[in-house]
């Protein structure tokens, strides 16, 4: 991303929420928020009838829909788990590791007063969020169980920038990753969940999606993950990190994690888009991972 700047490609997810919260039938996701956390050139598309019409369409749903799968996809998977641990383990600390624009703030944070939620990304995608969430809040104040912590991936450790905060290593954790191991390089997406494991407590959850090797897969898939690759190249946010499941499973065992789930694009598909009249899929090429530290 450019430095001053929110991150372009966070805002092209807040776009594709905000889309499938306003036009679809049957949300996978619903962020009521999304629209006006995106930048005001997705909101004159996304108020244009026909722009709406073209990216709604089977067509469109058949092909680019799988990217809007993806960012749903992810973010209902995620926050279901971050449910089921809550309710049944006390997590009572959340750590959004690149938060984006994700509005949890402002869709859960008072529904769950006992959780600390901790927000961390670059500090200037950080900076227009936090304006944007003020100027969206009915209250202009946020909750009061919210941190945000600023941090440059590729510079810094994410525990030298918990340690800024009121991150409690002793106690478990959730982190969702979601949206950013895509932009960063595997060693760095390594380090970062090896560093993780250094300061999370046991029973914590980690949830974060990866991407495949666009050369593994096939047909359309593979055409479509092409073009992702140059649509990122076009933002100025290259995709860079992919990796192969044995190799990642492995590392991520050898760091003491256990991998309680690893979901395939079809896999996904299978859970929260079988029978979607609207065509909507998820992507081959990624997939999403749920970690836990024992």
Do not use: C
Request: aromatic share 10%.
């Amino acid at each position: 991303m450019k430095a001053g700047r929110v991150s372009r490609t966070a805002e092209a997810a807040a776009a594709l929420r905000a889309n499938h919260h306003l036009n679809a039938s049957d949300p996978v996701f619903s962020d009521p928020y999304a629209f006006a956390m995106t930048n005001s050139r997705w909101r004159v598309l996304l108020n244009n009838a026909l722009f709406r019409k073209t990216l709604n369409s089977k067509l469109m749903n058949q092909t680019f829909g799988k990217l809007t799968g993806q960012v749903v996809g992810r973010s209902r998977y995620s926050e279901d788990l971050l449910q089921h641990a809550i309710e049944h383990h006390q997590i009572q600390q959340y750590v959004l590791v690149g938060a984006g624009l994700d509005s949890f703030v402002l869709r859960l944070a008072t529904h769950y007063p006992q959780l600390k939620i901790f927000e961390v990304d670059h500090p200037d995608t950080q900076k227009t969020k936090i304006q944007k969430l003020k100027k969206i809040s009915i209250s202009q104040q946020l909750p009061g169980n919210v941190e945000f912590v600023s941090i440059d991936f590729e510079k810094e450790k994410l525990s030298d920038a918990l340690k800024r905060s009121s991150f409690q290593s002793a106690h478990p954790a959730f982190f969702s990753w979601l949206g950013t191991t895509h932009y960063l390089t595997p060693q760095t997406t390594l380090a970062t969940l090896k560093n993780i494991a250094s300061i999370a407590a046991q029973q914590s959850e980690v949830v974060l999606d990866y991407s495949i090797d666009y050369k593994a897969l096939e047909g359309i898939e593979r055409f479509g993950a092409f073009a992702l690759t140059q649509f990122t190249q076009f933002l100025k946010e290259p995709l860079i990190g992919a990796f192969r499941l044995e190799a990642l499973h492995q590392a991520v065992t050898a760091m003491g994690y256990k991998v309680m789930e690893d979901l395939s694009g079809q896999q996904i598909t299978e859970r929260y888009f079988n029978h979607r009249a609207d065509y909507i899929r998820h992507t081959h090429a990624t997939h999403l991972l749920h970690l836990k530290i024992i």
